[in-house]
């Protein structure tokens, strides 16, 4: 009888991105957005203002509004801003946010097929664990990686090599799942293979550029995909 020394092969692992991937929570972010121009007397924004905006944090949303307001914004006006955004989002985190259309069926596919899950995001982990736990997903993720669990975000590969090895995943099997360039980017520099979700915050030209694939909806994201992007991740080595 011959014995393999070889070492199991890593489950396959499919990282996903939060805010404008798996869970749409621009509404949420446009009212907390809003509640703190009005304590400025500013007038509110609307939803479409906001969203290719928010999956970029707090920071890029209020100067975004500041600027369509022609209104200055000194540091210390942004950093009370940032703070009351903060406290207005986090009491007010999952009042209307959800999962997009198809992602909780991905979810289930990915899983179903032997597929570990993670989350790779912008968003602090303790907001990201916080959203997560209201709707009922943070039991599906094997690892729930914010901004600040790593040493460095995305798009750097720090980011995703520890939410991979958090996981208990390999990169030679892994995805990453994003709407805009940070999620692309982020994952050619793990070296790893990408999938933009087209429907995101801001899936520009240079984001769909660099995704290994540009899904059009969740229906999509299939395991044979993913196996797909493998073998042309490799085959391009």
Known sequence: MTVSNAAPEAPPLAIFDLDGTLVDTAPDLTGSLNHCLARKA???VTLDMVRPHAGHGSRAMLKAAYGWAARDLADDELED????????YEENIARHSLPFPGAVDALDRLRDAGFLLAIC?????RLARLLLDSLGLSARFAAIAGFDTFAAR???AIHVAGTIEQAGGSPSRAVMIGDT???TSAARNAGIPSILMAFGYDANAQARA?????????DEVTPELVHKLWREHALAG
Request: with cysteine.
């Open 154 to 156: 995305k798009p750097d």
């Open 81 to 88: 801003q940032v703070a009351c955004f903060l406290s207005f």
């Open 210 to 218: 660099e995704a290994s694939h540009v899904a059009g909806d969740y």
């Open 121 to 125: 995001t912008n968003k602090s982990e």
């Open 42 to 44: 500013m007038a509110p």
């Open 181 to 183: 360039r940070t999620d």
